[in-house]
């Protein structure tokens, strides 16, 4: 019961305020007209490149500022850890796995050290293909590691709404791990961990993270950051 709540509401947070089409795998619609926000830079001295493409969670929907952000304050901690990255937001509401896809070529305009990928809370609130969102994830990977062959990349699990059946959510849990593995990804098991679920770390919808609730997702993804971090070279070296 707990486990289907906390399940229920992850997702949710993925949420976008406002609507979209439903973005298919194949291309042939497009979530563009809604990049209005993307690539925001968070201020930082120096470091590595850091792209964090993702949905609502990502973009901050509904805090006041872009330092009260998961993002901000993983560049804040590893400010303090002496391992500074240069973090660029590119998270977008309501935003699916095909959406990231196609915006992908915009975002690899610049070049990146790390992708962090925010990606499929979207597609299993709309009950899309866990095959299709496989695909999806692995290709942003595979287009990006072309371009970028020395790039490295995370993965930020997420679960799907209890409602859909066990079958589809077990096969959705199932894409993050698969992919990470297959593609030399390293994986946040669950992004929400620990905030999915908790009234006191939800805003008032109980949908989006309060910026407690964003710190508290910086805690579960710095640990895996810095060490994708300490595997990148040092500058100038």
């Not at 993002?71 to 937001?89: K, T």
């Not at 896809?101 to 609130?125: A, F």
């Not at 496989?134 to 997420?158: C, H, K, Q, S």
Request: aromatic fraction near 4%; glycine fraction near 10%.
């Amino acid at each position: 019961m707990i486990r289907s709540l906390v399940t229920l509401l992850s997702l949710t947070v993925a949420a976008c305020a406002g609507s979209d089409a439903p973005a298919v795998a194949d291309g042939s619609g497009s979530d563009s007209t809604m990049v209005v926000a993307t690539g925001a830079r968070v201020p930082s001295k120096s470091g590595p490149r850091v792209v964090f493409l993702g949905t609502s969670i990502t973009a901050g929907l509904g805090l006041e500022r872009e330092a009260e952000t998961y993002v901000s304050v993983l560049a804040e901690l590893a400010d303090s850890a002496g391992r500074p990255f240069q973090a660029i937001n590119a998270g977008v509401s309501g935003e699916t796995s095909a959406g990231g896809l196609r915006r992908l070529d915009w975002i690899l305009r610049e070049p990146l050290d790390v992708l962090v990928i925010e990606l499929g809370g979207n597609d299993g609130l709309r009950g899309q293909s866990p095959d299709a969102m496989a695909d999806n994830l692995t290709e942003i990977i595979r287009r990006t590691r072309t371009r970028y062959p020395n790039a490295l990349f995370v993965v930020a699990g997420m679960e799907a709404p209890p409602n859909l059946g066990e079958a589809y959510t077990s096969a959705f849990r199932a894409v993050f791990p698969t992919v990470a593995a297959a593609e030399g990804a390293v994986l946040v098991p669950f992004l929400l961990d620990g905030v999915a679920g908790v009234p006191e770390l939800n805003q008032d919808d109980r949908i989006h993270p309060t910026p407690e609730g964003h710190r508290r997702i910086a805690s579960t993804v710095w640990p895996i950051l810095r060490d994708v971090l300490d595997t990148l070279p040092e500058e100038g070296s």
